[in-house]
């Protein structure tokens, strides 16, 4: 369908107005005179003539109480009262009222069918003067139906100073009731509600009625016989403080979105925020600029009924009286809200009524609960932030209880240190705060579970569902690494029982884990080269000499002249031999026995990490002689091992001894230079190094040789 523009009578209209404001604008009264412009050339000698319409003016009359003096009005052809006529040639007028309007604002007219769908023919046109006006002569129309929309609007607030672009005003209208076509808030609501009812199946009829008169009673309306498009704060119109005060209740756009869509019967909250932020802005002294604008933008409205007419709507739907400083901190529910589960609340300040929020209800709690008397432990609810508690600690007195202390029904202080639980969550209390008891040291299943299962029986963990434990003395333990591959609890009441692996068996009685693997006399390694006899230990498939070779006779073994290192320790009587790389290369090990290789000292480090019950492997095979570390003293040596810190010949010839390192030669050799196994008991893991200084020496442990099988 074809689009009609009138963009030559936009021109003319410019021009005309251009001229007459040249020509005129000392004579003025309007000092923005010289910036109008119209939509389309007047038959008048003044283009801004103001139309008559009989249905919306009071006749001739002066407002002592008028927020403006009278002022010109402007002249345009009068548009029919009647409405509009099937091929009728109309004009259409109006004010824009949102606070106020930049001059050359556009405004467009959509022609709608019944369907509110655009038929293709629009009109377009400007504010033309400081009080909002806009029209459009010679509009033929083949629908009763119009949208007119001014879009971008720049515009002051009515209540507060600066201007911001603010959401389009609009109107949808049926011509036939008349050709008013003013643009405000109320015909914009009006819109947006008639849209929301014929989604819902209504006709345009119908659901422009729903709007108007849900609106009519939202706002309190009683006396308005009014269409909304009717009134404007330009005229001298009965009940145009109606809209003025609606203006000031309705400062941002963002307030009045709850409109577009919220069914007014069935669902209120959206539209209780839109009251309790209008309350917030407009009550007391907030809309502090509400005369000064009216009277600057000449609103030929009744500012003493419009602010009582705001008074009115506030105390029918608040109801909270005086506010002073005899009833400072008083909280009231608004009277609209009384059958609500879900109320707001206000308090006074002493000059004003203030709604009440998780942020400045504390303060008036604090005023409460400093007079309270309170014992470590108390925890009550705030007299004002509803949902809030507050306990009493040792020294703070009175505090914010934290949800945990809420939600476990048992505040955290210096009388409640401990775990709790809720469901299958955890939490401990550290005599300040409660937190969920993740860590390893918090096992809730060892903490809070109350053993009736016999000693002995393994049960899958209540709070950790990944983890096994037992009763053991009627109390619960988490099961170690060693229990989970025997799939058997060693308990205080365990008879004795034995478990095979390889050379070694792991027997446990009475609670006590112990290690049979040859370490006995029986399994003891002669050197028959000089007749030392050193323990050994089975461990797995392997069997090692569980000390360190203290083999040192250069007579016998030439090889050993010069490549080796002795220390003697009279205070703990002992003596040790240290190696170079080329005595550990030279057979140096009892008969039977060899340096070992790293995938060998390997094949022990898996062994000792599998069964251990120490923390860390290094532990679980070190000695508990030179030990200055007491974090390993639990289960130290446990597989008999007694790894050693004999100390290391440096690159200088010089001996040093660190108590925390152990340094044992591995047979490898990698890229030519020799492989040494060394641990730092502060690491808790083995390594290997590579050493190619020929003054290094070193311990040796010595594994004995596969046997064929």
């Not at 509110?116 to 033929?140: A, P, Q």
């Not at 792991?506 to 884990?513: A, L, Q, V």
């Not at 679980?620 to 040596?637: E, G, M, T, V």
Request: hydrophobic share 35%.
């Amino acid at each position: 369908m074809a689009i009609k523009k009138f963009s030559s009578l936009l021109i003319a209209g410019a021009l005309s107005a251009f001229i007459f404001a040249c020509s005129n604008g000392a004579d003025s009264s309007d000092e923005n005179r010289d910036e109008v412009l119209t939509s389309s050339p007047s038959e008048s000698d003044d283009p801004a003539e103001e139309p008559e319409s009989s249905s919306s003016k009071v006749s001739d009359s002066t407002d002592e109480d008028s927020s403006s003096s009278d002022t010109s009005s402007t002249d345009v052809p009068s548009s029919d009262s009647l409405g509009w006529k099937a091929g009728d040639t109309i004009t259409l007028s109006g004010y824009v009222n949102r606070g106020l309007v930049k001059l050359a604002t556009p405004v467009t007219i959509y022609e709608l069918n019944e369907n509110l769908e655009e038929t293709g023919v629009v009109y377009s046109s400007f504010v033309n003067d400081s009080l909002g006006f806009y029209f459009v002569h010679d509009v033929v129309l083949s629908s009763p139906y119009v949208y007119i929309k001014m879009e971008n609007v720049a515009a002051n607030y009515v209540c507060e100073e600066g201007t911001a672009t603010r959401q389009p005003i609009e109107a949808l209208l049926d011509l036939r009731e008349g050709l008013d076509a003013n643009l405000n808030i109320l015909t914009t609501l009006q819109a947006w509600r008639t849209k929301h009812f014929m989604k819902k199946g209504k006709s345009f009829a119908e659901a422009r009625k729903l709007a108007y008169d849900e609106l009519r009673t939202e706002f309190m309306m009683d006396s308005l016989q009014l269409r909304f498009e009717q009134i404007s704060m330009a005229e001298s119109i009965v009940d145009n403080y109606y809209l003025l005060g609606v203006e000031a209740m309705s400062i941002y756009e963002t307030d009045f979105g709850p409109f577009k869509e919220v069914n007014f019967q069935e669902d209120t909250m959206n539209l209780d925020y839109f009251w309790e932020v209008a309350y917030a802005r407009t009550a007391g002294q907030l809309c502090f600029k509400l005369e000064e604008h009216s009277k600057a933008w000449h609103y030929k409205v009744k500012l003493t009924q419009t602010k009582e007419y705001i008074k009115q709507v506030y105390e029918a739907r608040f109801d909270f009286g005086s506010c002073s400083a005899e009833n400072y901190a008083e909280v009231k529910t608004p009277r609209y809200q009384q059958g609500y589960e879900n109320k707001s609340s206000y308090y006074c300040d002493s000059t004003k009524w203030i709604h009440l929020n998780q942020y400045n209800c504390i303060s008036l709690d604090q005023l409460v609960i400093d007079t309270l008397h309170g014992e470590i432990g108390d925890m009550v609810e705030g007299a004002y932030c509803k949902g809030r508690f507050y306990k009493y600690v040792d020294f703070d007195g009175w505090k914010t209880a934290t949800e945990l202390d809420v939600g476990l029904k048992q505040p955290c202080t210096s009388k409640a240190v401990g775990f709790k639980s809720s469901g299958r969550k955890c939490y401990v209390c550290d005599a300040n705060d409660w937190e969920e008891a993740t860590l390893p040291k918090y096992d809730c299943d060892v903490r809070l579970h109350e053993c009736e299962e016999e000693d002995g029986t393994i049960f899958k963990g209540f709070f950790n569902q990944d983890s096994s434990y037992v009763c053991d003395g009627s109390k619960a333990r988490r099961i170690n690494e060693r229990e989970k591959l025997f799939n058997s609890a060693c308990v205080s009441t365990s008879e004795k029982k034995s478990f095979e692996v390889g050379l070694s068996t792991f027997n446990c009685e009475k609670g006590k884990w112990s290690l049979t693997s040859g370490d006995s006399a029986a399994n003891a390694l002669l050197d028959e080269r000089d007749g030392q006899v050193y323990r050994t230990v089975g461990l797995g498939t392997q069997r090692w000499m569980a000390e360190e070779l203290n083999y040192y006779d250069t007579v016998s073994s030439e090889y050993l002249v010069g490549n080796i290192y002795r220390v003697s320790q009279e205070s703990d009587k002992y003596t040790i031999t240290l190696y170079s790389a080329v005595a550990k290369a030279s057979s140096v090990c009892p008969a039977g026995y060899h340096v070992p290789t790293q995938d060998e000292w390997q094949t022990l480090f898996q062994f000792a990490d599998k069964y251990r019950l120490a923390s860390d492997v290094v532990a679980s095979l070190s000695s508990q002689d030179h030990n200055n570390i007491p974090y390993y003293s639990d289960y130290f040596d446990e597989y008999g091992f007694s790894l050693n810190a004999y100390g290391f010949v440096n690159g200088q010839g010089q001996y040093t001894q660190n108590l925390n390192e152990v340094y044992l030669w591995a047979a490898d050799s990698v890229d030519g230079q020799n492989v040494m196994f060394f641990t730092s008991r502060t690491a808790k893991e083995p390594k290997f190094i590579t050493s190619s200084i020929a003054a290094h020496r070193a311990s040796i442990r010595c594994v004995e040789d596969r046997k064929e099988e």
